[in-house]
């Protein structure tokens, strides 16, 4: 079984930064494509991006490119967002996502392993 613990979320004003980590345990680090996706109050779970098994292949929803960066460290078993130039409509619960899929995707059904999500908010 894997576990996936986000932190690091809070409340930052318009223009702000955040790092969330994410922490997975259970497997092998390494063997897992990783994302984080998030979900605002009364919308539906929207992909965020998305990191390769050796990190270096990333892809990115339009509406974070350019100011939100994922990276992970195999040696710490982590995953990590760093989000910057935020605003308001980045406010959501964050979630962090683990896939064995070998090719790139944005599909949630093809993460198996969630984390229990961090909340994210931007006061404008």
């Known amino acids: 079984q894997v576990q996936l613990v986000e932190s690091g979320g809070g409340l930052v004003q318009a223009g702000g930064a955040l790092r969330l980590s994410c922490v997975v345990s259970?497997?092998?680090?390494?063997?897992?494509?990783m994302a984080w996706f998030r979900q605002a109050p009364g919308k539906e779970r929207e992909f965020v991006t998305t990191?390769?098994?050796?990190?270096?292949?990333?892809y990115y929803a339009d509406s974070v490119k350019g100011r939100f960066t994922i990276s992970r460290d195999n040696s710490k078993n982590t995953v990590y967002l760093q989000m910057n130039s935020l605003k308001a409509e980045d406010t959501a619960v964050y979630y962090c996502?683990?896939?064995?899929?070998?090719?790139?995707?944005?599909?949630?059904?093809?993460?198996?392993?969630w984390g229990q999500g961090t909340q994210v908010t931007v006061s404008s």
């Open positions: 259970g497997r092998t680090f390494s063997n897992y494509r």
């Open positions: 990191i390769n098994r050796s990190g270096d292949s990333r």
């Open positions: 996502a683990a896939s064995q899929a070998l090719y790139t995707t944005r599909n949630g059904n093809d993460y198996a392993y």
